[in-house]
């Protein structure tokens, strides 16, 4: 850049509190440049309900923003069905909004849309535009950890970042932009950017706003070895490098944290322990119940790093619910039942507003023929439905809005589990009453269709 005197660096952690600090400064002078790997831009009416997916397209509704350039990770931008699909993914958001639907104009670095009063571009990292007046950033630190743009089948994530922080900053000095603002979200409670590499943001927020000095420079390059090494599994070099760092800044959050993974995974539990509360007492956002990367990696099926995860994040906290939620889930999924059932039960006995748990906790218990005890499970998930409790969904979900409660997504199937339950434990006036639930929504279901 470097950054003019107006400018200012912010960090957030759900990418939509961008919304409330973009009201108070008012009507961007110049163009938004988005760096993210989602587009953020979704409709949303002038009074709906604003969260990560959509607060752009409430920022064009109050005036905030006119011209919005999306910047996506390279790999969607290189591949020509990745660019394709990208391009029609887009055209079918702008669908919804007002005014005429007119194609794209498409080149080989961008493609564009117009809009009333207004331009959303995209354009890949490498093709950053050369603008004249000043700009306003919106950096998501999951850009640098999700290599491409993703669709309804898959979130990509890296094990290692795609791009460090001193290539991004690297690449945006060298467009000689005005920067008017920077906000740069962390999104880890959204589930898009694991609770280790959060420090990305931090050191992202230090260069852009022209403050790194030398030794801040080797600081930040010794800190990615380390993470390098963690994730080699070289746990001694990973151990030495947070060691050396913590010596000479022995309250610095992010080595803390890292020193904690380390010793988990060298079966250090107290230690590792006490890594991570003395990391959490100094950064409060270290705290696990932010972190979902456990449940981001069974999503994605792969159940290798899903229970690595469990295993480090109960090495720190043997009480963490989600680590055995999550747990119990694999070994569901794997057919495991008693596995399931003594680790789920973990998870409803430390949180026991865990709707998700105890739906899950149904599930296995009725496998294994434990029929009064999957039907009083089941139960519990439908009184906590009509409570103001959450399904992990609903906590990982980042917006700013809350949610007084929600019904689970299979609600309604387990009225049809319980109706079956309860036949077999001859209760045939519990059973006809699930029954008719069940039957009331099936015919909901069709009639919206």
Not at 221 to 233: D, F, G, K, P
């Amino acid at each position: 850049m470097p950054p003019t005197p107006r400018s200012r660096v912010c960090r957030v952690e759900d990418h939509d509190d961008a919304l409330r600090l973009w009201r108070a400064a008012g009507p961007a002078p110049g163009p938004l440049v988005h760096i993210d790997a989602h587009p953020d831009f979704e409709w949303v009416d002038p009074d709906g309900f604003i969260n990560i997916a959509n607060f752009l397209c409430a920022a064009w509704h109050e005036g905030l923003i006119r011209d919005v350039y999306w910047i996506v990770p390279d790999a969607s931008w290189t591949a020509s069905a990745r660019r394709r699909a990208l391009i029609d993914y887009t055209s079918d958001i702008l669908s919804r909004y007002p005014g005429r639907r007119r194609s794209p104009r498409i080149t080989p670095h961008e493609a564009a849309w117009r809009l009333p009063g207004g331009r959303v571009s995209i354009r890949p990292l490498s093709r950053l535009p050369v603008l004249r007046r000043p700009v306003r950033l919106s950096v998501d630190t999951d850009f640098l950890l999700i290599d491409r743009v993703p669709d309804v089948f898959e979130e990509p994530r890296c094990t290692l970042p795609w791009c460090v922080p001193a290539q991004l900053a690297a690449r945006l000095a060298g467009r000689g932009w005005q920067v008017e603002s920077a906000v740069i979200a962390s999104s880890v409670r959204g589930g898009y950017t694991p609770l280790r590499w959060k420090y990305l943001g931090d050191e992202l927020a230090e260069r852009l706003s022209g403050a790194l000095k030398a030794e801040r420079e080797s600081w930040w390059a010794r800190h990615y070895e380390a993470r390098v090494a963690l994730v080699e599994r070289r746990l001694d070099d990973a151990a030495q490098a947070y060691e050396d760092m913590l010596a000479r800044h022995p309250d610095h959050a992010p080595s803390l944290f890292g020193l904690g993974e380390v010793l988990a995974a060298q079966g250090r539990g107290p230690a590792a322990r006490a890594a991570y509360a003395h990391a959490c007492a100094l950064d409060g956002a270290y705290r696990l119940s932010q972190d979902s990367t456990a449940l981001a990696y069974f999503r994605s099926g792969d159940l290798a790093l899903t229970e690595q995860e469990c295993a480090w994040r109960l090495a720190r906290e043997p009480d963490d619910p989600l680590a055995w939620y999550v747990r119990g889930a694999v070994a569901a999924k794997e057919r495991r039942w008693a596995d399931a059932v003594a680790w789920l039960q973990r998870a409803v006995e430390r949180d026991g507003t865990l709707l998700d748990g105890y739906a899950e906790l149904g599930r296995a218990l009725e496998a294994l023929g434990r029929i009064e005890e999957a039907i009083t499970a089941y139960e519990q998930t439908l009184r906590l439905g009509l409570q103001p409790a959450a399904t992990y969904d609903d906590r990982f979900i980042a917006t700013n809005a809350c949610l007084p409660h929600r019904v689970g997504p299979d609600h309604f199937q387990i009225h049809r589990r319980l109706a079956v339950l309860y036949a077999q434990a001859h209760r045939p006036g519990d059973a006809a009453m699930s029954e008719r639930f069940w039957h009331a929504a099936a015919q909901l279901a069709g009639a919206a269709r």
